[in-house]
């Protein structure tokens, strides 16, 4: 098979994977985005993201189901992983379908327990955390070190070869015009690296996220293992959980966390914490420039007033502002307690954060969230 016809494989099973969630795309789509990707290329993930999502996503109701595909694609190994992983998330439903026929290929044991299997891990990416045994939060567990891989990324401002670049590599020029007697047979050209964004991560562990809150500090530690990540978590006062954090083990990390965390359970001072984040960390310059994500469901003891001065700081300094709101999962939710009524003026993304679900698609955003252009 040629690496073009590879590749259009690659890009219809990613179609095929979005329209078996319920999405609208069909060879038209597929179509556009081999145009859009032949634009723009294969070497950045924020522009393929965007080129997708421009050709394949027809609905607003319909990105956080390619966010989630896209979340996939990128914990694999690129374009060619596209096939592999959208044949394990489709083969579920396969499998539900061919059982709803005529029973056909029903008596094959393996078949039908690998089914079960797949089932089982859809229940729990739906299911809420709140309604997790320790059983199911320890599978969650596991799911979500495959989650938490995925970072934000930004352009550098240091150079790699290109085929693509703009930008003339004057010292492979000159070197390989000496093996044409000064001729310049080749124009080699360079571009801009695209490397990690720091990501800073705080988790709310009052009692009003006491369900949550384990399951989300799981995600937390899953994202501390795969490195350049800084986590806090908040109740009446701020805690740096890094170090914490570092074990490889999420029991003997939890268990680290629960020590110095002593205000696990208690009330919620987001504004208060926040002020101590951005006069401590902020001024070692730890928000300049990251993606700040942070888990909470809003419900603010202290004053409104000073959530909203210290949110307004910690948009100027950050790169972009991500929420991620357990609540926001329930049906007919709105924003209306006072302290999310603060901070969402200065949130770029708000989120759900109540199951796997919500979270694999926050994984979608931070690997999609476009670099903003200085003003």
Known sequence: MTASAAFLEDLVGFGRLLRAGGAEVGPGRVADAV?????????DDRDVYFA????????????????????????GAGIEALHEQSVQVLAPAAARRSGDDD???????????????????EVLRRKDFALLDDAEL???????????????????????????????????????????GGELVELPTRTRKVVPRKLVVLCDVSGSMAP??????????????????????????LH????????????AALSQVS??????????????????????????????GAVVVIASDGWERGDPELLRREMARLSRAAYSVVWI???????????????????????????PGHNLDSLEGLAGVLAGIERRHAA
């Open 103 to 121: 029973g056909s290929g029903g008596d094959d044991d393996q078949g039908e327990t690998s089914a079960r299997g797949a089932s089982i891990v």
């Open 325 to 351: 709101n357990p609540l926001k999962g329930t049906p007919g939710y709105e924003p209306l307690a006072q302290g999310m009524r603060a901070a969402l003026p200065f949130v770029d993304r708000f989120l």
């Open 138 to 180: 320890e599978e969650v567990a596991r799911l979500l070190s495959e989650v938490g891989r995925v970072r934000p990324r930004r352009t550098s401002r240091r150079l790699r070869p290109s085929a693509r670049g703009q930008r003339l590599d004057i010292r492979r020029v000159v070197r390989r015009s000496l093996r044409s």
């Open 35 to 43: 145009r859009g990707l032949d634009a723009v290329g294969l070497h």
């Open 52 to 75: 997708l999502r421009q050709t394949l996503v027809s609905h607003r109701d319909e990105l956080e189901l390619f966010d989630r595909a896209f979340a996939s694609w990128v914990r």
């Open 212 to 237: 949550y809150a384990r399951a989300l500090l799981l995600f937390l530690h899953a994202t501390a293992q795969a490195g350049r990540v800084e986590a806090f978590a908040f109740g009446t006062r």
């Open 259 to 288: 020590r110095h965390v002593v205000d696990w359970g208690s009330g919620t001072r987001i504004g208060a914490s926040l002020k101590q984040f951005n006069d401590e960390y902020g001024r070692q310059a730890l928000s300049r």
């Open 240 to 251: 740096r959980l890094t170090s914490d954090l570092a074990a490889r083990n999420p029991d």
